[in-house]
Every structure is written in structure tokens, then in C-alpha cells.
């Protein structure tokens, strides 16, 4: 005696019987030497499949449960989800269909994707017929096979309120990637050899509950931490990673070794495969309590970043820009059968010398670190580097959709302007107070001051005409920024050096 009703059985057989006629179309397709169009084919047999599944399963579920079943019908890679793990509750799967299962539905629909659609531009070029190779399409068979032959009367299937529920917050579960990390691991597949499909994933459960709560508990007690004094407070807790990107140097080992060496509490790591980029490992001290440990990470982020750009003289920033030439993803002229790139030239980047962050630089990186204003300085004293650090954001966000060439030049502009006036003692009092007494005190014919003088006093006017200040004049602004700090910063460390030596 079938639990479900007549419309409901008539509509789950309707799916299984297309999933037949789709799996037999695809072995015709197979025999035919058309792979990609077997593999799509079979893999939609199981997507109707799943959605049998869920048919059922909704026919038992609350009323207040059709939203949730509708976003599973309309997600090809939930109803081949459902497909495989729908009827975990009737059978006791192996350990080789364990590792089977493991993470199937993601996977099987990337490959129907390959092997339905040619890549604009792909590389290397693969043509779909060619992504579904013979031992790809040969276990989705035998698993869609295997699938339309266990449960060919679909009677004695039901589920209780809790089955549903349960299967529900699995469905969920697998969505969060921390989550599913723990779900197909060996360990909790083991668990499900021992103990059987229903209880694992009530064991799945009861497991990521327990270290959802031993989670809170834990920041719970972090935000009820007082303040660590003495020694104790100095020991390293947290340990926050960022992922930095340079435009205009290329990132070593060596180099960074040997800022390991002579840095605690900052290590840099080259990243493999990639010349550009550099991970920095900046650790926090116990005594920073987790309320603070944002604001103060990010505070020594930038002072990071603040402290390459400076010393290098280069361009880094937090991630690659994008778009610097072309807003499209591929341009194809159908009539001559050809792709091509047509952009804008030159592209929104400069042209930086082939330099390299050596060990020279980056002992200029933390002496401009140590001098610069820290995290916990009041915030007037960083006036200058927060205009500097909005100049280089302005730079890093131009592209072809936005250009802040006159922004970024206007931000530099204001950083040396705070520097002159904020670092008199540290620049000496005969230092140029301010910008125009800096160029006047340039030969006439100096190329900065034959330039810039004119275009700071049309910034300042307001009467600057389109395309008179380029990526060039906010490189030449930067430069003269990046000197203003060098040298500022420098006499700084030489006062607290004489000034240390003196006690």
C-alpha cells in the first residue's frame, strides 16, 4: 500500500519514467560518440530523479514548507543533491559509495557545463565534446543506472515530520562550506558506516551544534575578558592574515625571510605560483581584548600598506585592479569566426619599472613603519597618511568604468600639504612651509616645478581642463609624497635615537 496519494504518485512516476527515457536516450547518444550530450542527458535523467524525491518528500511536509521545496525545484544542483542523498534513509551505503558521494551533485553539474557550452575564452581550449572523456561519462551511467533500478514501485516509501525536518537541515548544512567540510569528512563518514544513514545525520547534527555553542561560549568569554596587564598582556593570541598585491614590484622569498627574521610580530610569506602577491601574518597581543581586535587589525594592515607604498615608491594595495583596459569578457566577430580584444590604450595602469621588494626596501618598510603614527595614536596625527592612503585608494580604484586620476592627485596633493605642516620638527624649520614655497624653491627649470605649478593652482581653481592631470602627474604627486615621509620619518628615528642615547 503506497502513503502517498494518487496525484502525488502519478506525478512521482511521471518523473521516474522520464528519467528512464532520458538515460535511454543517453546511452543511444554514447553509442553514438556524443559524450557531452549523453553525459547532459544523464544527468538530467537524475535531476528528475531528485526531483521524485522531493515530490514525495513534500507531499509529507508542513504547508507553511512550499517555499523551501521551490527553491529545490528550481536549483539543478539541489535536485541531483536530492537525487543522490534523498533516500539516505532506506539503505546503508558502503564505504566506497561514501567516497563516491562525497561532494557529487557540485561536481556532476560542472561537468555537464563543460561539455555543454564552448568557452568564449577558455585556456586551454577544450571543445565540450572533448571535456566528457569515456571515463568521466562511465560512472554517471552506472550511478543513474543503478538509481532507476532501486526503487522501481516507489511503495513503502513515507517520511515523519522529523525525517523531513532533518533531511531539510542537511540540505542547509551543505550550503555553508565550514559546515560541509565536517559532513564529508572521513571521520563523519566513518560514522555513518558504524551507525547507519539516519543516525549519522542526526550524529551531524548533535555535532555542529555542539561546536556552534562551543563557539559562542568561547566569544562569550573573549567579550567578558578584562584587560591583561603586566608581561602576560604582551603574549601573542590572535593571529590575522591578509593578502597583499603589488603592481610594481615583484615579491621574493629571500627578502622575506629576512624580514622574518628581524620582525616578531609581522611575517611576510610569498605566495606560490604568483610574483605579485604577498601574505602577511600580523600577530595581536593578549592583552587587546576581541572587541578591539578588528579595529586595531585593520589599523596595522594599513600601516603595513602605508609603509610599502611609502618606501618603495611603488603601487601596493589589497587586491589586483581589474578592468584597466576593457569592460567586456570576450568579443567575437561571427562573421570571420574569430575572437578578438579591442581596449582602451593606453590601459588605466603605470608603467612601474621592473623593481623588486628586496631586503633594502623592505628595511626602509619597517623603519617607515616604526616612525609613522600607530593604531593608537590620536587620529589628528595620521591627517597626512589618511590623505596619502585616500590617494592610493582613488589610484587603485581607477578603471575604465571610473577614473579618479584628479581625486587621487588632490589626495596626494593634500597629504604633502599636512606632511609640510605637521612634520616641521622632524623636516627642520627652514624646511618649505607649504607647497608653492617647495616648487619656488626648485631651479626654474625644473621639470616637477614647470609642471605641477600650474596644474596645483588650476586644481585649486577649479579650472583644470579634461585630461590634464593623468596616471603620470598622480605618480609624480605620490613620488614627491613618498620623499616628503622618507625624509620626515628618517630624522624622526635619528631624534629618538640621539634622544635614547642621550639618557
Same mark, same amino acid.
Given at each position: ?29 554514447? /553509442?553514438?560518440?556524443? =559524450?557531452?550530450? #549523453?553525459?547532459?542527458? +544523464?544527468?538530467? &535523467? *537524475? ?87 569515456? /571515463?568521466?561519462?562511465? =560512472?554517471?551511467? #552506472?550511478?543513474?543506472? +543503478?538509481?532507476? &533500478? *532501486? ?95 603589488s603592481q610594481s614590484h615583484s615579491i621574493r622569498p629571500k627578502p622575506l625571510n629576512k624580514w622574518n627574521e628581524k620582525v616578531t610580530w609581522i611575517k611576510l610569506y610569498p605566495i606560490n605560483g604568483t610574483k605579485n602577491h604577498l601574505d602577511a601574518i600580523i600577530k595581536i597581543p593578549k592583552f587587546i ?80 613603519f616604526a616612525a609613522m603614527p600607530q593604531p593608537y595614536d590620536p587620529p589628528t596625527d595620521s591627517e597626512a597618511l589618511n590623505h596619502y592612503m585616500t590617494g592610493i585608494t582613488f589610484l587603485a580604484k581607477t578603471d575604465i568604468f571610473f577614473q579618479f586620476e584628479v581625486q587621487s592627485y588632490g589626495a ?42 600650474g596644474l596645483i593652482s588650476r586644481y585649486e581653481a577649479r579650472t583644470l581642463t579634461p585630461g590634464a592631470i593623468t596616471l603620470s602627474e598622480v605618480a609624480e604627486m605620490k613620488r614627491l609624497c613618498d620623499g616628503l615621509f622618507m625624509h620626515a620619518f628618517g630624522k624622526r628615528l635619528q631624534n629618538r ?7
Amino acid at each position: 500500500m503506497t502513503p502517498f496519494k494518487p496525484e502525488v504518485l502519478q506525478a512521482m512516476k511521471a518523473c521516474r519514467s522520464h528519467a528512464q527515457d532520458l538515460f535511454e536516450g543517453a546511452k543511444l547518444l554514447r /553509442d553514438k560518440s556524443f =559524450p557531452n550530450i #549523453a553525459y547532459h542527458l +544523464a544527468t538530467v &535523467a *537524475l535531476e528528475e530523479l531528485g526531483k521524485a524525491q522531493l515530490i514525495g518528500m513534500k507531499s509529507f511536509a508542513k504547508d507553511d514548507a512550499d517555499s523551501w521545496y521551490r527553491k529545490q525545484f528550481d536549483d539543478h544542483i539541489k535536485k541531483l543533491f536530492w537525487a543522490i542523498w534523498g533516500d539516505v534513509f532506506g539503505k546503508r551505503p558502503d564505504a566506497k559509495e561514501l567516497d563516491q558521494l562525497r561532494g557529487m551533485a557540485t561536481i556532476i553539474h560542472s561537468n555537464r557545463l563543460r561539455g555543454l557550452y564552448v568557452e568564449t575564452s577558455p585556456e586551454p581550449f577544450v571543445a565540450p565534446k572533448d571535456a566528457i572523456t569515456d /571515463d568521466v561519462l562511465a =560512472p554517471l551511467m #552506472a550511478f543513474v543506472e +543503478a538509481k532507476l &533500478a *532501486l526503487h522501481p514501485s516507489l511503495e513503502g516509501v513515507e517520511y515523519k515530520q522529523d525525517d523531513l525536518d532533518l533531511l531539510s537541515w542537511f540540505s542547509g548544512a551543505t550550503d555553508d562550506p565550514e559546515q560541509r567540510k565536517f559532513i564529508f569528512s572521513q571521520q563523519s563518514f566513518d560514522k555513518m558506516a558504524s551507525v547507519g544513514p539516519k543516525q549519522w545525520l542526526s550524529w551531524v547534527r548533535e555535532e555542529l551544534q555542539k561546536s556552534a555553542a562551543e563557539a559562542a561560549a568561547a566569544l562569550q568569554k573573549e567579550m567578558s575578558r578584562s584587560f591583561v596587564e603586566g608581561e602576560g598582556g604582551l603574549v601573542g593570541k590572535w593571529e590575522l592574515k591578509i593578502r597583499l598585491y603589488s603592481q610594481s614590484h615583484s615579491i621574493r622569498p629571500k627578502p622575506l625571510n629576512k624580514w622574518n627574521e628581524k620582525v616578531t610580530w609581522i611575517k611576510l610569506y610569498p605566495i606560490n605560483g604568483t610574483k605579485n602577491h604577498l601574505d602577511a601574518i600580523i600577530k595581536i597581543p593578549k592583552f587587546i581584548p576581541i572587541q578591539s581586535v578588528y579595529q586595531i587589525g585593520l589599523g596595522y594592515s594599513n600601516c603595513l600598506l602605508a609603509s610599502l607604498n611609502i618606501a618603495s615608491g611603488g603601487f601596493f594595495w589589497w587586491h589586483e585592479p581589474k578592468n584597466l583596459s576593457q569592460f567586456y569578457e570576450s568579443l567575437v566577430d561571427t562573421e570571420n569566426k574569430m575572437t578578438g580584444k579591442i581596449g582602451r590604450s593606453p590601459e588605466l595602469k603605470l608603467g612601474w619599472p621592473a623593481a623588486v621588494l628586496d631586503e633594502a626596501l623592505l628595511d626602509q618598510v619597517i623603519a617607515v613603519f616604526a616612525a609613522m603614527p600607530q593604531p593608537y595614536d590620536p587620529p589628528t596625527d595620521s591627517e597626512a597618511l589618511n590623505h596619502y592612503m585616500t590617494g592610493i585608494t582613488f589610484l587603485a580604484k581607477t578603471d575604465i568604468f571610473f577614473q579618479f586620476e584628479v581625486q587621487s592627485y588632490g589626495a596626494f596633493l593634500a597629504a604633502a600639504q599636512a606632511a609640510l605642516r605637521m612634520y616641521r620638527g622632524d623636516l627642520a624649520p627652514d624646511f618649505p612651509a607649504d607647497i608653492a614655497a617647495l616648487l619656488a624653491s626648485l631651479p626654474a627649470e625644473d621639470p616637477f616645478r614647470a609642471k605641477h605649478s600650474g596644474l596645483i593652482s588650476r586644481y585649486e581653481a577649479r579650472t583644470l581642463t579634461p585630461g590634464a592631470i593623468t596616471l603620470s602627474e598622480v605618480a609624480e604627486m605620490k613620488r614627491l609624497c613618498d620623499g616628503l615621509f622618507m625624509h620626515a620619518f628618517g630624522k624622526r628615528l635619528q631624534n629618538r635615537a640621539k634622544a635614547e642615547g642621550a639618557e
